[in-house]
């Protein structure tokens, strides 16, 4: 049937959730942990994502490209469905639901979908039809009207077998040198910084192939000045919040303010907008980037403009300075571990930059002051984010900025 009308309103705002429910009279054991409640006619509703034998449905109606009611099913052109394969729903999904099947295909469900273009399909088709080896080809989608408009409820990927995420891979990376004797992260086993430049050179790769699909703008040098009057508001709301960046402020202020000084143009693009570790997967055939969603927080209609590319460098950089810092979290182990930490982060994120640069993408050590700003920018976001949500996190982004 067509997407619920109705949505659950906090404050002024209103936000749709999507649940797929199944119906029975009766309700196996396998799905009880499942079921929501009775539903009049003798009938129990339950969360039907947990049901093969319903998921089986989804999958016919994209390979055979139906519509149901205000829902359309469709696929790819060429795209091969595999109709017959049972679903799992993986555990570990924080914004979204995420069925596999068999070994084959993995299905995201959208819990929260928003009027609009969705960049997690649009991105991924353009560049798998470009050739692109570092995403993971889609093959299906659902769409439904919300507020008039066509909005993705759900997207079919081709799954990636054999493939680790890289936060994981760069903690068991990190977990090896605290172990070891050493400070060096060069001198330790499971040294990460030759994956960390191969993901620097899939990183060029694919905003190479994303300028080449939406293009590139040249802002004039007073973008420089624009940009760092936006940080500069963001860090003001967060210094209301957090008192304990207090006493960094004058060094961020001043980063934004070497920004707002720059005089060349500022090219801008399409980018991947949320970018971490953990949207990236080591494939035994490589890198594959996931997640083209973009910031959850971000409003949808945002999410399509173009940014400097030099922001996904930042946002994983900050990333590896995490991957670097959280095991040390409710630790107190001097500063041999610190000292441990720091090294690790510089060493992988100068890897991953050269790695960029060489597989042509902007040179960060030739924008130091923007890609500063930027990096900066991101740690004041994550001081907010850790103070609201994870407090015990608080001091990664913090240390991170004395640090810088």
Known sequence: GEPP?????????????????????????RLSHAIIGPVGDGMIAYDGLYDP??????????????????????????????????????????????????????????????????????????????????????????????DGQASVLAILSTYLRGATDGWTLAATSVRDLYASESTRAALAGGDFAPESARLGEATAE???????????????????????????ARLAAALAVVPELASLAGKLYAAFDDLAALDGPLPVQRIHGDYHLGQAMRTPDGWVLLDFEGEPTVPLSQRHQHSPALR????????????ARYQLVG??????????????????????????????????????TLLRALSLDKAVYEVVYEARHRPSWLPIPLESIADA
């Open 5 to 29: 009308a109705a949505g659950v309103r906090a404050d002024a705002r209103a936000d749709r959730y999507q649940l797929l429910v199944g119906l029975r009279s009766t309700v196996p054991d």
């Open 53 to 146: 034998e319903l998921t089986h449905l989804l999958l016919a109606a994209m390979a055979e490209g139906r519509a149901v009611g205000g829902l359309r099913f469709a696929h790819e052109p060429n795209a091969r469905i595999d109709t017959e394969l049972d679903s799992f729903v993986l555990s570990g999904e924080q914004s979204n639901s995420s069925l596999l099947f068999g070994e084959e295909a993995i299905l995201k469900v959208i819990r929260r979908p928003t009027p609009g273009k969705n960049p997690d399909l649009e991105v991924p088709r353009v560049l798998s039809r470009l050739g692109s080896r570092h995403v993971a080809p889609p093959l299906g989608w659902v769409e439904g009207a919300i």
């Open 206 to 232: 694919v905003h190479q192939d994303l300028a080449k699909a939406f293009g590139v703008q040249e802002l004039p040098a007073t973008a420089h000045a624009g940009l760092a009057h936006q940080m500069r």
């Open 312 to 323: 996904d460098v930042a946002g994983m950089l900050r990333s590896f300075d995490y991957a």
């Open 331 to 368: 630790r107190d182990d001097g500063e041999h571990t610190r000292a441990a930490a720091r090294d690790w982060a510089g060493r992988n994120q100068s890897a991953f930059c050269a790695g960029y640069a060489q597989a042509g993408g902007a040179d960060p050590g030739e924008h130091v």
